[in-house]
């Protein structure tokens, strides 16, 4: 008799998580130039960068419709008080809402007490700089889902010194979860075209986030 793996019943994942398993569905395939990432779900390479864009946007705006936070445009300054400056802020929404722990979901929800900005919010969840940004936080939701016992992490050793994980889907277990991204496209597509100012802001401030993190090769 085979050992039932943890938490292998029901299976819930966020919006963000969606993303990331079926990123075939919310990236473009990897070029020549640029990261690539390995989408979960069909082993198919796709640009890191288009694919990190994506589920950080669905995490942010999953949060929004859930009520958990809201997202403010707000005026600042800058050069010194003489250029005014646009900002998006997240705020504590009216609701809380269960994220799974160590979700993206979560992480922002409880980030947005101090009505940080978005770019700010998103430096602060990367840590640290790294040469691809997009990767690390693909690589942090991918180590979260392990911990729930979603995905499967297998750790390698090169040189007895490097060490890196390899995150595989366990079979059957995504059946269910099929139709689930319809709806974070729907999500992300309404924002794009209903409310092209907010979703302009929040692309931007996501990208200038990834930017900002990125590790500089001078």
């Not at 949060?63 to 997202?71: F, H, P, S, T």
Request: proline share 5%; charged share 20%.
């Amino acid at each position: 008799m085979s050992n039932a793996q943890p938490h292998a019943a029901p299976l819930v994942l966020t919006p963000s998580e969606r993303v990331l398993i079926f990123g075939d569905r919310f990236s473009t395939p990897a070029g020549m130039l640029g990261y690539g990432e390995v989408v979960l779900s069909s082993g198919n390479k796709v640009s890191a960068d288009k694919l990190a864009l994506n589920l950080v946007t669905a995490a942010f705006l999953a949060n929004e419709q859930a009520g958990a936070i809201g997202l403010e445009l707000r005026l600042g300054k800058a050069m010194f008080g003489l250029m005014k400056t646009e900002k998006l802020h997240a705020v504590p929404g009216q609701r809380q809402v269960g994220w799974p722990h160590g979700s993206l979901e979560a992480v922002i929800a409880q980030s947005a007490q101090q009505h940080p900005k978005v770019d700010d919010l998103v430096g602060g969840i990367l840590g640290q700089k790294s040469n691809s940004p997009a990767q690390r936080i693909c690589g942090m939701a991918k180590a979260a889902l392990a911990q729930r016992g979603v995905l499967h992490a297998e750790e390698k050793k090169t040189l007895k010194v490097f060490t890196s994980v390899t995150y595989s889907l366990p079979e059957n277990r995504f059946a269910a979860e099929q139709s689930g991204f319809a709806h974070v496209e729907q999500m992300l597509r309404a924002c794009e075209q209903q409310r092209p100012q907010l979703w302009a802001a929040l692309v931007r401030d996501i990208k200038g986030a990834f930017t900002w993190m990125t590790e500089s090769n001078d």
